[in-house]
Every structure is written in structure tokens, then in C-alpha cells.
């Protein structure tokens, strides 16, 4: 009820548990995460933390960890590191699967975005 009570609801709310999900998945981010993992993680049952992680974050678990591969993958990319450097480093196996599903994302492919990424350096 008192000051410790409001702090002990922030520190187990559910935003704190969605906060220390994306913590998790970032520094998982070149693994196989599954929900399952993102739930045990937090202590939810498997249909409560997909419920309560789309509520906060609009995304189904899964489209926000590919989300976050395919983000993290464009800004390796725009540094400069390939294609396949990039695609392997935040966790995809395929580079064809990385390609469709990085196009679908960002409208132009892997090497496109590279190009365009790198392409004012260029004429500098």
C-alpha cells in the first residue's frame, strides 16, 4: 500500500517484464529464441506473456524478435560489414530466408540497402 508497494508493482509490473524480455532477446539476439524462452524467462505461462508482450508492444513475440535481427542486420550492414556477415551475426542460418524476409521488411533487398547505406560515402 505504501511507497515500498509501488515500487515493488513497477519492479514486477508488466512492463518491467516486457523491459527484461527485449533485454533478454538482445543479448540473445544471435540465438534461437523462442517463446517459450522469452516466457520462462519472466515466469508467465507461454499464453499470458504472448497476451501481455503484444499488449505492450503491438507485435506478437516473434515478429518483434525478428524485428530486432532484421534492424540490428541493416545498421551491421550500413557500418560496412557484407551481407552475410551481417545476417549471421544477429542469428539467421539462411542467407535466402534473411534476403526475403529483410526485403519484405525494408521494401529493397539486403545488397540494395547496402548500396544506398553506403553510397553517400561514396561520393564523398
Known amino acids: 500500500m505504501g ?7 513497477r519492479a514486477f509490473g508488466v512492463g518491467n517484464e516486457i ?3 527485449i533485454d533478454y532477446v538482445t543479448n540473445h539476439l544471435n540465438e534461437q529464441v523462442t517463446i517459450d524462452d ?4 519472466v515466469g ?3 499464453a499470458v506473456f504472448h497476451r ?10 516473434i515478429q518483434f524478435v525478428k524485428s530486432m535481427r532484421l534492424n540490428n542486420a541493416a545498421m551491421k550492414i550500413a557500418e560496412g560489414k ?7 551475426d544477429v542469428g539467421y542460418q ?6 526475403r524476409e529483410f526485403k519484405r521488411m525494408y521494401g529493397q533487398s539486403p545488397r540494395q540497402w547496402s548500396h544506398a547505406a553506403q ?4 561520393m564523398a
Not at 38 to 41: E, G, R, S, Y
Open 3 to 9: 511507497e515500498a508497494g509501488a515500487v515493488a508493482r
Open 44 to 46: 508467465m505461462s507461454r
Open 82 to 88: 557484407t551481407v552475410s556477415e551481417a545476417a549471421w
Open 38 to 41: 522469452m516466457a520462462d524467462h
Open 119 to 122: 553510397g553517400p560515402e561514396r
Open 52 to 61: 501481455r508482450f503484444k499488449e505492450a508492444t503491438t507485435m506478437s513475440p
Open 94 to 99: 539462411s542467407s535466402s530466408q534473411f534476403s
Open 19 to 21: 523491459a527484461r524480455t
